[in-house]
């Protein structure tokens, strides 16, 4: 297993690699440039050109890559266009923003999901099953952002217990911190449970009526034994497969929640260096989407090892 | 089965609570206390008591229920008094306080000369010589005073004495002599060099004295009141750290949560800032920035929604105001070398056209207030005759169309500044009018990265466009949005357009001149030729909406939207 995953962060590098060249293709294949938009309107086309040439885009774009590709192998990202500020440290500010975020949604997603769905699948026609089936057919009904003002609109005006926006430092504030973080997690793990519930409900529906679990109450087995120990693990596969594509969701940015709850994450950045066309930052936080959903693939692939010992990677 | 069918009544019970819960507060608050509870009595009883005090209003009230029980129910309503007079009285400003506020999206840039979507920061750690005053004329600020020579060739700034920068140093004739050599400089693209296009630049009298000097006659107050003056040795870091001589001082940016600044305690305005510190929060979503607000986590935001304007008015702690009027617009352009509107009587028509009365109220709201003739009455060169130059009339605009060998209309498409908001707004609304002629219009949402290359290029053949020049000049209009420098004419007026020297002769001699009156009638007559040939249409005013709880007070903004705080109090 150790072999394999370290054969497996190698392959990342040329798949990066190769993603890289395809990133910075696209982005400076979208029309509109850096110089055009921050220049404005009433900009002569000596003004534009002074910005082109500031911002390095008067160079070929092949140029333009192999001198961020550079400056990447040197750990450094580069300077934002616009205003000259370290990508490196830009970055570094908003990712633990987004992982914490992910986190707190992936828990809160799994906490309500992993009840729900195995409960709902135990007993089906039951008043758990049924509420199961709304909580899931709502969430996934409700819009995020719709979801998101509710909750402020009841937390922060209504009873006034919780901020409708920001991050403090953890370091300063800790409890204003985790205040802080609940609205927008609560929004992001809702629409998370919904689907991880459904599947959960469905995957155990289908390993319930297996043989094998048919033969292991006929063993005289605890039924909790059975569930825990042969259903819910078998069960795992396909709900593993959804939650690691969610979670890689969730930390290439959840944009909609970030802007209401003005969560300093990824996906609020990326979102502001595509409208600005700021090309170095734009680049740098796709690259970091793309490597955690490498990351968080190879991790899922791992975690199926760990839950089913059948599957042995070589 | 009946389980479940309770379960989903409670659930929508719920449900429904929860949105109740979102409806925007009441005006007073009215609490309902239930005092009394039951008494028997022999026989039944009418009585209906009501006494009124000045803030308590008490009603008791008798109910007949069966079996001679009566209920006697005591309800006090207590009505808040009105928080905006209660505060209003109290004037004298408080020292102290945190103002958190929102611009909306992150900033872009903290260098003065750039006038990004977030620049109405600026008067919080920067300023300029002379600033625009509540009237829409300049008044003196880091200088005292100014002298124009009589040439017009140059101007004489008299600085204060014992201003400083935040970085400690006093600020005298040499940092305004750099200034303006940076703000001459076009290298590195930024928005003020248009300003100083014809300033040869600055020297030295003393200390406190500096003359700017020009090639030709010209307007050169606008280019001052913007030239923000800061330190040479701050340039490095500008973009992210800004020193200036304002009112607060910079203390962090941290991109995407906040930018603080602290009060500045050398400023040379004697006694202020009172507030201690100032938070800017980038809350880029609309709703949520409101929503802040009424939860009282900030307590000043720029951008209410042209949709929601009366609903925060409606609030009773929330004061809403906008910037004056006069310096953008919203307008549809025209490209004057796209058939059909190379055709001067399509261009009136399409005036004749638009309903600016139903645009404001259904695209703006009625937050915005119409506009034919693109002067603000504040502005000398304003010209009553013109302000219903072009009045609704869509029978003429037909009659002009089959004069100009249109009798069916005809198909175009339009340009908009932006995939939403109040551009495509403003469009949707005059689609109906241009169709009520016969006229077909797609609408082109575009994003901004997409629509100034299309703009500059003049790759459009209307489009719809925000413009005015941010000038107090009349110059601006002329020499900006309007027309007539070679680099902004995306309206493809060329000289082949027979009217098209006198208009830039009248210009050129409305700036050349240096007595207001006769600069007065060159703007008229070019005003009346812009008019007549109608490429640009204005529609209403853009202001900047503001917001900002009553806790706030003299929360200042100029005509260009811009936040002065240097008197702003907070009531503790």
Known sequence: MGKYAIKRLIQIIPVLIIVSIAVFSIIHLIPGDPAEIMAGSNATDEQVAALRHQYGLDKPIWSQYLIWLENVATGNLGYSLTNGFPVNKLLLQRIPATIELAIAAAIIGTLIAFPLGIIAALKPGSFIDFFSTLFSALSFAVPSFWLAILLILLFSLQFKLLPPSGRPDFSEEPIEHLKSLIMPALTLGIAMAAKLTRYLRSSMLDVLHQDYVRTARSKGLSERSVVVRHAIRNALIPVITVFGLQIGDLLSGAIIVESIFSWPGVGRLTIQAISWRDYSILQASVMFIVFAFLLVNLLTDLTYGLINPRIRYE | ?572
Not at chain 2, 193 to 210: M, P
Not at chain 2, 244 to 272: A, I, N, S
Not at chain 2, 345 to 374: C, S, W
Not at chain 2, 516 to 531: C, G, P, S, T, V
Request: hydrophobic share 40%.
């Open chain 2, 1 to 572: 089965m009946r389980t479940k069918l309770l379960f989903v009544a409670v659930l929508i019970l719920v449900f429904s609570m929860l949105v109740s819960c979102g409806g925007a507060p009441a005006a007073p608050e009215v609490i309902e206390k239930t005092v009394v509870e039951t008494v028997i009595v022999e026989k039944e009883v009418e009585k209906v008591v009501e006494k009124e005090v000045e803030v308590e209003k008490v009603v008791k009230e008798t109910v007949v229920v069966e079996k001679e029980v009566v209920v006697e129910k005591e309800v006090i309503v207590e009505v808040t008094a009105e928080p905006a007079q209660a505060e209003s009285e109290s004037t004298e400003p408080q020292l102290g306080g945190t103002l958190n506020m929102s611009l909306g999206p992150d900033f872009i840039t903290f260098h003065p000369y750039f006038d990004v979507s977030t620049a109405q920061f600026k008067p919080i750690f920067y300023e300029a010589p002379i600033r625009i005053g509540d009237d829409g004329d300049f008044e003196p600020w880091l200088a005292e005073s100014w002298e124009e020579s009589e040439d017009g060739l140059s101007i004489t700034l008299n600085l204060r004495q014992g201003i400083m920068f935040h970085n400690g140093r006093e600020m005298t004739a040499d940092d305004v002599i750099w200034s303006v050599d940076h703000a001459r400089n076009t290298e590195f693209g930024h928005h003020l060099s248009d300003r100083f296009l014809l300033a040869t630049g600055a020297e030295k009298i003393d200390d406190y004295t500096v003359k700017i000097n020009y090639s030709e006659v010209g307007p050169k107050l606008d280019g001052i009141a913007t030239m923000q003056i800061f330190p040479q040795e701050a340039l490095d870091d500008i973009e992210t750290a800004p020193v200036g001589t304002g009112p607060f001082k910079f203390e962090e940016w941290v991109p995407g949560d906040r930018l603080v600044g602290v009060k500045f305690e050398d400023y040379w305005q004697e006694g202020l800032p009172y507030l201690d510190k100032v938070v800017i929060k980038p809350i880029p979503d609309e709703q949520s920035r409101m929503l802040n607000l009424m939860a009282g986590s900030i307590d000043a935001l720029r951008g209410v929604p042209l949709a929601d304007k009366t609903l925060l008015e409606q609030a009773p702690d929330i004061t809403v105001t906008s910037s004056p009027a006069g310096f953008f617009f919203y307008a549809f352009i025209m490209n004057i070398n796209e058939p059909p509107f190379d055709n001067p009587l399509v261009r009136q028509a399409m005036n004749y056209a638009i309903d600016r009365e139903k645009i404001a109220q259904t695209a703006f709201h009625g937050a915005e207030v119409p506009v034919v003739e693109p002067y603000p009455e504040t502005s000398w060169a304003y010209v009553s005759e013109f302000a219903d130059f072009y009045t609704y009339d869509p029978e003429k605009a037909k009659e002009l169309l089959a004069e100009a060998g249109y009798p069916d209309g005809f198909k175009t498409s339009m340009l908009i500044r932006g995939p939403s908001g109040p551009y495509l707004d403003q469009a949707q609304v005059y689609q109906q009018d241009l169709a009520a002629i016969g006229i077909e219009m797609e609408l082109l949402p575009t994003e901004l990265a997409q629509y100034f290359p299309a703009l500059i290029g003049s790759e459009f053949a209307i489009a719809s466009h925000g413009t005015g020049d941010a000038t107090v000049d009349p110059s601006g209009l002329f020499e900006g949005a309007a027309c007539c420098r070679p680099f902004r004419n995306f309206f493809g007026i060329t000289d082949n357009e027979t009217w098209f020297p006198e208009y830039k002769e009248l210009i050129a001699k409305g700036r050349a001149s240096l007595d207001r009156e006769e600069r007065k009638a060159y703007y008229h007559d070019a005003l009346e030729i812009q008019m007549e040939q109608g490429w640009n249409i204005p529609t209403a005013w853009r202001q900047e909406i503001f917001a900002y709880s009553n806790r706030v007070h003299n929360f200042r903004t100029d005509m260009g939207g811009n936040i002065w705080l240097n008197e702003t109090w907070l009531s503790q």
